[in-house]
């Protein structure tokens, strides 16, 4: 059974940093591609980062330069390092795994984690 975990998040202040956590299991991490989503409330759920297994990433224009995704292979955990928060990225954030290429959609993915929030402050 597949099982994405997300940790990490709480509550910060503008400009400060956080650092999310996607602990994988039952799921071939290196296969295929991974990524991670925010949804705001009110808002339609968007793709923040992605990753494939050979490193390639893309983001969002409204996240580039401030966020960083990254993935170890060998505990099977991807990450999110955030820097530089506004209170426009608070919002619940999404691990999400299955992806065939890192420009895929939402649909484009298979398996999905819980999320944790993620609260900026001004």
């Known amino acids: 059974q597949v099982r994405l975990m997300e940790s990490g998040g709480g509550s910060v202040q503008a400009g400060g940093s956080l650092r999310l956590s996607c602990a994988v299991s039952?799921?071939?991490?290196?296969?295929?591609?991974m990524g991670w989503f925010r949804q705001a409330p009110g808002k339609e759920r968007e793709r923040v980062a992605a990753?494939?297994?050979?490193?390639?990433?893309r983001y969002a224009d409204s996240v580039k330069g401030r966020f960083t995704i990254s993935q170890d292979n060998a505990k099977n955990n991807l990450y999110l390092q955030m820097n530089s928060l506004t209170p426009e990225d608070t919002a619940m954030y999404y691990c999400a795994a299955d992806c065939t290429w890192v420009g895929s959609g939402e649909r484009g993915y298979g398996y999905w984690g819980q999320g944790t929030q993620v609260t900026v402050s001004s």
């Open positions: 990753i494939d297994k050979s490193g390639n990433t």
């Open positions: 039952g799921y071939t991490f290196s296969r295929y591609c």
